[in-house]
């Protein structure tokens, strides 16, 4: 009964109908949904040539809406897609809200993460023992157990916390591997396999491996990148900045690679609350926006609560109890630089 009562739904309200009500809570309808890997190598047993591996690939899964818009949200987290699903409840996460707006999804683990860990090289697993560090890198509190007082987590859900911090891949923070990500998501950026009109939206490390990516990739499919508390930044040679040794950079890259930022539509760097203008990584993020923006680029900082007055924000705020509201900023971005058209607009 189902494709009767949409079709009728489509004779009676017209095409449009299902986009008006994108927001609100009625059923996510798809045209398609998938995935597929991409980018890799294939290499030969060092003994045996004839015995080969194809390793250090991306994966991607992608959900497609009946009526789509033009651009696809590539969702990117260095540790795990998760973070894309849901709200540090349960609540709907990032994948679902736009998806209700039409736009096409896509949630991209990097070679060696979560789903495509099919490595080229030997790796190891040692246990980390990191969930009470996890609970002051995601910016919950000054300490473990201590919530900052307006924090937009479920503070008494028990559950919430065990959930968060357990869903998460084992993470390769090194400068090697971002290089490898992004090797493998320029390649997926110009395939085509993720549209021509592309927004990456990243978190934390995934941020550093989208600019990378970007001033990888040949072709102009990529528009834009929205980097909620990027850890790690790109700098061109020329503004006599250190490369870091390390896996959150700073990563420097010759001018002509770097003025490839500047081509996009817009770059947005989100902060949550409690990053003062001296943290590092907020400071970085200043001197990259500056540098895209002299070489001609469109680059801001957007502080969630200096800027847009949304409290309690944390390193995940698209995760967080008001995620609702920061996805509206995100709504704003994308129709701001007319990344919000429909696929069939002006049919």
């Known amino acids: 009964m189902f494709l009767p009562i949409l079709a009728l739904a489509l004779v009676v309200f017209g095409p449009g109908a299902l986009s008006e009500t994108s927001k609100s809570r009625g ?18 047993h060092p003994t045996f040539p004839n015995r080969t591996l194809s390793c250090d690939h991306g994966y991607v899964e992608y959900f497609h809406p009946w009526r789509p818009r033009k651009t696809s949200l590539i969702m990117w987290h260095s540790s795990s897609s998760q973070v894309w699903q849901n709200r540090w409840g349960g609540g709907e996460g990032y994948k679902d ?29 040692l246990p980390s023992y990191q969930d009470q560090s996890n609970f002051v890198a995601w910016n919950l509190g000054p300490s473990f157990g201590v919530w900052w007082p307006d924090v937009q987590f479920p503070t008494q859900d028990s559950e919430a916390w065990q959930q968060a911090t357990s869903a998460r891949y084992v993470e390769y923070d090194t400068k090697e591997n971002v290089e490898l990500h992004s090797n493998a998501a320029s390649i997926a950026a110009d395939s085509g396999k993720l549209g021509n009109s592309i927004v990456y939206l990243t978190n934390s490390a995934g941020g550093l491996r989208a600019m990378m990516t970007a001033t990888k990739a040949n072709g102009t499919n990529i528009k834009g990148i929205v980097t909620y508390e990027s ?12 490369a870091g040794q390390g896996g959150f950079g700073p990563f420097v890259v010759p001018l002509e690679r770097f003025k490839k930022l500047t081509k996009l539509a817009s770059i947005q760097f989100v902060w949550g609350d409690h990053r003062s203008d001296s943290y590092e990584y907020v400071r970085q993020s200043r001197l990259a926006a500056k540098l895209i923006n002299q070489y001609g680029g469109n680059a801001t900082v957007l502080k969630l609560g200096d800027d ?23 709504d704003d971005f994308l129709g701001e630089h007319e990344l919000d058209d429909y696929v069939d607009e002006g049919r």
């Open 27 to 44: 059923p996510i309808v798809l045209e398609k949904s998938g995935g597929f890997q991409i980018g890799g190598k294939i290499i030969s």
């Open 97 to 125: 809200m736009f998806l209700r707006r039409n736009y096409p999804v896509y949630i991209w683990d990097g070679p060696r993460v979560g789903r495509a860990n099919w490595a080229c090289e030997p790796t190891s697993y």
């Open 231 to 242: 850890i790690g930044y790109v700098f061109p040679d020329t503004a006599n900045v250190t």
């Open 308 to 330: 847009a007055g949304l409290k309690g924000s944390s390193h995940i705020p698209f995760a967080d109890s008001d995620n609702d509201k920061v996805a509206e900023l995100l």
